[in-house]
């Protein structure tokens, strides 16, 4: 499957469904049933910072920042209806963002050396060349610069319930490995009527692109929050699941 065609699907998708995803998993959400950025202060202080955001999508987590006083806000998106959403957006608030549309692999008119953050909330695993993206984003950074990113979690599409229906009728919820946790292939997913290509990486992977890329890892989360883990009676099956595995992961990482 080649990347031109990965990233048509994708881009095609995008400019499509944009509006049924607006304001979905932005900060202060790193992801499903996940800690927040009220859990983890990642972040701390942003005012005064650049900020870069990579697949800002509708603009929410720009805006988020921009609350906290950031001095600068730019972000990028392969979609030209998200980066349309996110400029609507943050004018109705009072606030304006330099956007380039563009995929994230691409060689983009962004500063060298300039920013003091560069993030990505559920955004970065739809890159089709994840070394490069990481050197790019590196970059982009000051020295000591910060990039936090979140995605889906390896585990979260490696498993999924096997249900059988016991002698007393009742159902014997399972979770079992569906997938193997080393397929790193694109696959093509039929989501809203239309279809996503993408591939499940490892953690280790994402780490060690990070580390040739000049990064260090300053931190990793992968709990769930505290209302799942506390959650009990009859809950939703990606409740069930998120007690038992994490669905997504969160990495903060430094530019040497």
């Known amino acids: 499957m080649g990347r031109d065609e990965i990233l048509k699907t994708n881009k095609t998708y995008w400019d499509s469904n944009a509006d049924l995803w ?3 998993t932005a900060l202060p959400t790193y992801g499903v ?4 950025e009220d859990d983890l202060h990642l972040f701390g202080d942003v005012s005064g910072k650049k900020i870069l955001d990579i697949c800002c999508g509708s603009g ?3 805006k988020y920042l921009a609350d906290r006083g950031s001095a600068e806000l730019w972000g990028v998106d392969i979609s030209h209806k998200q980066i349309e959403n996110a400029d609507a957006y943050l004018k109705e608030y009072g606030y304006t963002a330099r956007f380039i549309c563009a995929p994230m692999e691409a060689e983009l008119d962004i500063p060298a050396n300039y920013f003091d953050f560069v993030y990505s909330i559920y955004g970065i695993g739809w890159t089709t060349d994840l070394q490069s993206t ?3 984003i590196a970059s982009y950074l000051k020295r ?3 990039f936090i990113f979140s995605w889906h979690h390896t585990l979260n599409y490696c498993v999924a319930w096997s249900r059988n229906e016991c ?17 790193e292939s694109y696959t093509s997913i039929p989501v809203d009527g239309s279809e996503i290509i993408l591939c499940n990486r490892k953690i280790s992977t994402y780490i060690n692109a990070l580390a040739k890329a000049g990064f260090v890892v300053e931190q990793m989360a992968e709990q769930s929050d505290k209302e799942t883990m506390e959650a009990v009676g009859d809950v939703s099956d990606k409740t069930k699941k998120a007690k038992m595995l994490p669905l997504s992961f969160c990495i ?3 530019k040497l």
């Open 22 to 24: 607006f304001g979905a």
């Open 33 to 36: 049933k996940f800690v927040t």
């Open 60 to 62: 929410h987590s720009l």
């Open 134 to 136: 990481f050197r790019k």
């Open 144 to 146: 000591d610069g910060i």
């Open 167 to 183: 002698k007393d009728g009742i159902e014997d919820d399972t979770l079992i490995f569906n997938k193997s946790y080393f397929d």
């Open 252 to 254: 903060k990482a430094r």
